[in-house]
């Protein structure tokens, strides 16, 4: 969702100014998925946010929310978003989320730092690797959660399945980032597995908010999109059924 910073402005601004910059910057021309979430956390609810990387979801979120509870397997990462975010209004933990308990090595390539993963390999690739451990959301008994934003590089199936009973408790509304190229199986399994849970999917695209139904990845995915094309969806808003859908949708 969010590209690597330089390293060398981790040196020598603090990491609270450092996320203030990027939370303006990405606001104004990054993700447009980033100011539909006040509309998506419902008043008086806490969020989730599952992938933090530098904060800039998270804090957005801290914004709206009541409470954020914030998962980021990364040492650096997590250090970094430690000392940025909130401690009054962001609980941060290092538990990589999935859909069993255990341990698992997470693979960070060297030149792009955002894409680290637990679900694949990245074979000729030159990357950091870090053995974390693995925790069904479920474990946290997690309770008031309105808003839910998931981003793990191919993991969200097995972490979506692994909290299965706090989203049935909770019925949050989901940004959740899925791409084809990040897993093995149909990006429409994703999509049915989530929609199964009681969920109505849609995305953004090209200055408007379009039903689920009318995406498709060879269209909306391709490879030469990747990283250089403002029309490369891979950002999902799912809204429970039993919520009020929060914006206008563009039928096609």
């Known amino acids: 969702m969010l590209q690597p910073l330089k390293s060398l402005a981790l040196k020598f601004v603090s990491p609270k100014t450092i996320l203030k910059f990027l939370k303006r910057k990405h606001l104004r021309t990054g993700d447009p998925e980033l100011k539909f ?10 969020a989730v946010d599952v992938g933090v990387y530098r904060g800039v979801y998270t804090s957005v979120m801290a914004d709206s929310a009541g409470k954020v509870y914030a998962f980021e397997p990364h040492p650096h990462n997590y250090a970094f978003s430690k000392k940025a975010l909130p401690k009054e209004k962001v609980k941060l933990f290092t538990e990589a989320l999935s859909n069993k308990n255990g341990e698992a090595e997470l693979q960070i390539p060297v030149e792009y730092e ?18 974390v451990i693995t925790k069904k959301m479920d474990e946290f008994n997690l309770k008031n959660i309105g808003f839910m934003k998931i981003d793990a590089e191919g993991h969200e199936y097995e972490i979506i399945d692994g909290a299965r009973n706090t989203i049935a408790e909770n019925k949050p509304n989901l940004i959740v980032e899925i791409e084809q190229r990040h897993i093995s199986r149909p990006i429409q399994e994703v999509f049915d597995e989530i929609i199964a849970m009681g969920y109505k999917g849609f995305y953004y695209f090209n200055g408007s908010v379009h039903p689920l139904s009318s995406f498709t990845w060879q269209k909306l995915q391709p490879n030469e999109f990747i990283g250089v094309h403002t029309n490369y969806v891979n950002n999902f808003m799912f809204i429970h059924n039993s919520r009020t859908i929060p914006f206008k949708v563009e039928e096609v």
Do not use: M, N, W
């Not at 979430?37 to 806490?46: A, H, N, Q």
């Not at 955002?114 to 053995?131: D, L, M, P, Q």
């Open 37 to 46: 979430i006040k509309y998506l956390i419902p008043s008086g609810t806490d």
């Open 114 to 131: 955002s894409a680290g993963s637990i679900s694949k390999s990245f074979e000729g690739r030159k990357v950091h690797s870090f053995k």
